[in-house]
């Protein structure tokens, strides 16, 4: 990883009407790596993502894209990035050769040029049977394959992915994490990344930031942050009736939906699993994940706001 493609410092974004969507977000992205941005619905990760890419002006504080400021230089910041904007839309009536190769004219390619990467990237994505119907004609999964289309082709320094692989099928999910590893690690360029799904950051991320009401809650390694949950494993069970002042003995405990999830170290997780078999309790015993970290990461915050509400999660 080189020096650092994004810094934010205390940046703060008020919408009309008083939301706080940024509450003093301060974050430093290397250059070359995976960068996923995490949080629940509503934490701020799209309004830093348009921020960043210049289409929507910060309150206050500051943010430099691989050395340009976000509002003076947006310019220079736009020659050298690429998006795929959330619940983006390609233009119905273009097909997804057109969407790709005009892009690339607009990103200073030559024809000849701009031929030959379309017709490489739409291959790389499984796009070129599709290359000439419009995209009325495309589902909703070949359609978001050509926005991604769009953003990996001019192979920009700094690539925004906002939820990329909304809709997408497992294959080209998959498909889509080799080409972003490959870009980064080959080719240096950088993805800061936002997802719902866990096991994509997972498997993807170099660095995770956790935000929450616009705070930076945690950020590290993949590792650094199931680290930081303080415990190695995790005994999760499904099904009612648990007496959670029992549980709590072995550990942090966590409600999340049905399920309770009790944050342990090995040897307490195994007796846990034992007297759960031995009473009847569906548990599973298993390596705390990063959707683990995640769950307690923001669910301090959740528990917090419960203390004060007196309402159960
Ligand atoms: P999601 O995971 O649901 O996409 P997010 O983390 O991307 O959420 P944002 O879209 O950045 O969250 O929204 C942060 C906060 O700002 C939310 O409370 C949201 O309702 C609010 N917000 C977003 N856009 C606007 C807007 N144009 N005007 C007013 N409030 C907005």
């Not at 017709?119 to 119907?133: F, M």
């Not at 015993?285 to 683990?292: A, F, H, K, P, S």
Request: overall charge negative.
């Amino acid at each position: 990883m080189g020096c650092a493609a994004l810094i934010s410092k205390d940046l703060v974004k008020v919408y009309r009407g008083g939301v706080v969507a940024l509450d003093g977000l301060s974050v430093e992205v290397p250059g070359g790596c995976v960068f996923s941005l995490l949080g629940r619905n509503g934490a701020g990760k799209t309004t830093f993502i348009k921020i960043a890419s210049t289409q929507l002006l910060p309150t206050s504080g500051y943010v430099e894209v691989l050395g340009f400021d976000v509002v003076e230089e947006a310019r220079e910041v736009r020659r050298r990035i690429a998006l795929v904007p959330q619940e983006g839309r390609p233009a119905y009536l273009n097909t997804p050769y057109e969407h790709v190769f005009h892009y690339l004219l607009t990103r200073g390619y030559s024809i000849f040029d701009a031929k030959r990467r379309t017709w490489e990237i739409l291959q790389e994505l499984e796009l070129t049977e599709y290359a000439h119907r419009t995209c009325s004609q495309l589902s909703g999964g070949l359609r978001q394959r050509t926005l991604v289309a769009m953003a990996l082709a001019p192979e920009s320094e700094l690539l925004f992915l906002d939820e990329p692989s909304i809709g997408l099928d497992a294959v080209t999910r998959i498909k889509i994490w080799q080409t972003i590893r490959s870009i980064t690690k080959e080719n240096g360029q950088t993805v800061i990344l936002t997802t719902h799904y866990m096991e994509e950051a997972e498997a993807l991320s170099d660095i995770v930031a956790i935000i929450e009401n616009g705070h930076l809650m945690n950020v590290g390694t993949v590792d650094a942050i199931k680290k930081s949950l303080g415990y190695g494993v995790c005994v999760e069970f499904s099904g009612e009736g648990l007496e959670l002042d029992k549980l709590k003995e072995y550990g942090r405990v966590v409600v999340v939906g049905g399920s309770v999830r009790v944050f342990t170290e090995e040897r307490l997780g195994r007796e846990l699993l034992e007297w759960a078999l031995e009473n009847g309790k569906r548990a599973v015993l298993r390596l705390v994940n990063l959707e683990d970290a995640f769950i307690a990461s923001v669910g301090k915050v959740i528990e917090e706001y419960e203390r004060r509400s007196e309402e159960i999660w």
